[in-house]
Nanobody, 122 residues
Framework: QVQLVESGGGLVQAGGSLRLSCAASGRTFSTYVMGWFRQAPGKEREFVAAISGYGGRNSYADSVKGRFTISRSNAKNTVYLQMNSLKPEDTAVYYC???????????????WGQGTQVTVSS
């Protein structure tokens, strides 16, 4: 069992930056692929980024590539999402999730945090 708690969301102006954190419980954090997903009002949840257990592999949605960076600290049981050059269309609830497989499909993620709101004003 893995429990995930996100933090770092908030209100920011377009062009600004935020760093989201997701703290995980348990001693097997490094065995999990960690992902970030987001859900905007009235839209389905979508993949944002993923990182492999030891950080050697990562992937991004096209909409955030070059602006967002996913990273992790296995010593701290934490995954991060650095978000730069934020746009109003990045406004969403952001969720972190854990999976035993490297994949972008949310159905393959077994554990989810409660989400943190990110609002980007124009």
């Amino acid at each position: 069992q893995v429990q995930l708690v996100e933090s770092g969301g908030g209100l920011v102006q377009a062009g600004g930056s935020l760093r989201l954190s997701c703290a995980a419980s348990g001693r097997t954090f490094s065995t999990y692929v960690m992902g970030w997903f987001r859900q905007a009002p009235g839209k389905e949840r979508e993949f944002v980024a993923a990182i492999s257990g030891y950080g050697g592999r990562n992937s991004y949605a096209d909409s955030v590539k070059g602006r967002f960076t996913i990273s992790r600290s296995n010593a701290k049981n934490t995954v991060y999402l650095q978000m730069n050059s934020l746009k109003p269309e990045d406004t969403a609830v952001y969720y972190c999730a854990a999976s035993s497989r490297y994949d972008q499909r949310e159905s393959l993620y077994d554990y989810w945090g409660q989400g943190t709101q990110v609002t980007v004003s124009s």
